[in-house]
């Protein structure tokens, strides 16, 4: 909290400087819109094209964190464990979230624990662009663990601009709303000289994350168990986040350097199940990292270097006194190394060659912990041909592990090789139509709670690997000062194979269990999307975007089980989004709505397991207006507007209606 308060003091203190820097133009619509038009492009170039949100686009819609954004990309699936502070993971087309690569300004993040990245610890408040890759980036110049994921989410913080005679940036945000919540941010950029410049975000949330649920279950018989109206407990979070980046340019390059600081406590509501309403367990988490990145360019040579330190504390507590007493406290470190370079071998061919090291330790103070540590080491060789209407990518990729446990023999070295091929190719002279296709192998490691965790660990466990094919066609049209300016439509159909999928297996009593490679899990669905402009009046813009995703992901692990070819937890097989905006002289009316469709909730696809379809609309109302050299933007917002009941996890309840009002000062 004092850095936050400090962070303000500097904000404050600094707002009168710099008289004689000249009147902006409205910098902020004009920084960001500039984005929005590079990434809209960006797909026609791309080998493999990605789905983007970013700028303006990114602010209209109504999410609180990344993971809420994500829900309106195609192929996603979110597990949302309820309230503002609740557990938010992704997994990407069914493959699970252990699949799913998250980078955040080039570095990838990591958890060796349990391989999942919370992404509801993630404000959209300093991010600039949210980009979803389906087998991985079309550049072959990027780590070679990049080259690893089945599918990645990049991350892209706002990096500072300055016009001529501006020499700083300040803005401050301040929201509040439903659940008691308070939200305060803040971001300074500052030009330090011609070719350095700096910035610090900072943020506080606090929320006690109470709200009112409809609880209602109907037993297999059809006959109505449960029916009644309760308040969530034990949702609250207070957390902050520091960020703090410096930017530089060179004669023939450029380099970042990023310290990055979230701490957070909040309550873990739990399940609502047998009428218990509030649970007793707590978490403490303190993620921070600091990470530098260079990029050097000599003439046909290009290299991008990264290193990165982390450190995540967590302090899990359980006081149920209907449970057993918790109070564990584990530690992550961290430290990564990665070089990539690439070759221009023409003007059409280039190859790359890249090599990561990653160190990870983790350390409990549970009994009879064995404090494993990791090497892995990864190298990559890629190469890009592009002929013009033709345009192809492939890459290797190894990966090398050596893992060591305290006070035990070290288990066996894996060593994977995960080859990877891209084409893209334009069937008419115009490069509005393209169709692609990729093949790839990925794979994850077993993390340190499949491999050692107490009990129920297994050492000899085998990667998890994931075999891909995809076919897709995009049209893709921009036509400015046009009244359709906008036209984007795209269609995938895709083949997934998970196997060895590593699964939690009974080995005798019910609290003993093993894990197993055991899973063999297909998959097959079809993405699709759409987006259109049109601007009817000379002030007017409307924007409609839509996903659609159809997918049957399947066990076929073994026909003696009951859940043979029945589809896996949590997959619906239809889910979709759509969201409306429309601009209009400084006001921005945004209309989303997001639909999940019937799950199941164990393996066995029985009625009793039976989770019931969802959907949420949500509405939001903004004005931006200027007085002198102040930017401002008011924004009212609802969220689940019908206030649906809906659970997106079983017994998480999800809350009905809210609202949330926000006010941004800029200069």
Known sequence: ????????????????????????????????????????????????????????????????????????????????????????????????????????????????????????QFS?????????????????????????????????????????????????????????????????????????????STEWINSSGKYKFRYRRVNPAGELAYDTTAG??????????????????????????KVYNYNSERGVPGAIVNNVWRRGERIWDTNSFAQGRYTGYFGKFTT???????????????????QVKIDNLYRQKE????????YELTARWSLSASYDLLWNVLDADVYGFVKPSRISQFVSLATSLDLGRVRFQASSVGTFIHDRIKGQKSPKDKHVFSPAAFINLYPFRSKDFSVRAFYKQSFRMPTFNDLYYADMGNSQLSPERVTQYNIGLLFDRHSPGRPVSAVRLSADVYYN??????????????????????????????????????????????TVRGQYTFQRAIDITSPSDNYYRDQIPYIPRHSGAAVVNIYFRGWNLNYSWIYVGERYNQQENIRYNYTQPWYTSD??????????????RGLIEINNLLSQDYDVILNYPMPKRNYRFSITVEI
């Not at 430290?335 to 690439?342: D, E, L, P, Q, R």
């Not at 509405?619 to 401002?632: E, Q, Y």
């Open 304 to 322: 991008l270097n990264n290193l990165k330190y982390a450190f995540y504390r967590t302090h899990y507590v359980n006081n149920d006194d209907k």
């Open 619 to 632: 509405l939001s109302l903004s004005k931006d207006f200027r007085l002198g050299k102040v930017n401002l």
């Open 232 to 257: 969530r407990q034990n949702g609250d979070i207070n957390a902050t986040r520091i960020e703090l980046d410096t930017h530089g340019a060179l004669t023939s390059g450029t380099w970042n350097f």
């Open 497 to 542: 194979s998970v196997k060895d999928k590593i699964v939690a297996y009974p080995k005798g009593q019910q609290f003993r269990w093993t894990m197993l490679n055991l899973g063999l899990v297909d998959i097959r669905g079809i993405d699709l999307t759409a987006l259109m402009t049109v601007n009817p009046l000379k002030d007017m813009e409307i």
């Open 1 to 120: 909290m004092k850095y936050f308060t400090f962070s303000l003091a500097w904000i404050v203190s600094i707002l009168p400087l710099d008289a004689s820097a000249e009147e902006r133009t409205d910098s902020l619509s004009h920084h960001q819109l500039g984005e929005v038009v590079v990434t809209a492009h960006k797909p026609n170039n791309d080998i493999i094209p990605a789905q983007i949100l970013s700028g303006e686009e990114l602010r209209r819609v109504n999410s609180n964190s990344v993971a809420d954004a994500l829900r309106y990309f195609s192929g996603v699936q979110v597990k949302d464990y309820g309230g503002v502070g609740g557990i938010k993971t992704v997994n990407i087309r069914s493959m699970g979230t252990n699949h799913t690569g998250v980078v955040y300004d080039g570095v990838e993040l990591g958890n060796a624990q349990n391989g999942q990245i919370d992404l509801g």
């Open 335 to 342: 430290i990564y190394f990665s070089t990539a370079n690439a």
């Open 124 to 200: 959209l408040d300093n991010i600039e662009a949210l980009s979803l890759y389906n087998g991985q980036k079309s550049e072959i110049l990027q780590p070679a663990k990049d080259f690893g994921s089945a599918g990645t989410i990049y991350m892209r913080t706002r990096t500072p601009m300055f016009d001529d005679g501006e020499t700083y940036h300040a803005r401050a945000t301040l929201r509040t709303g439903s659940f008691d919540l308070l939200n305060p941010s803040a971001l300074v950029e500052l030009k330090l000289s011609q070719r350095v410049s700096a910035s610090l």
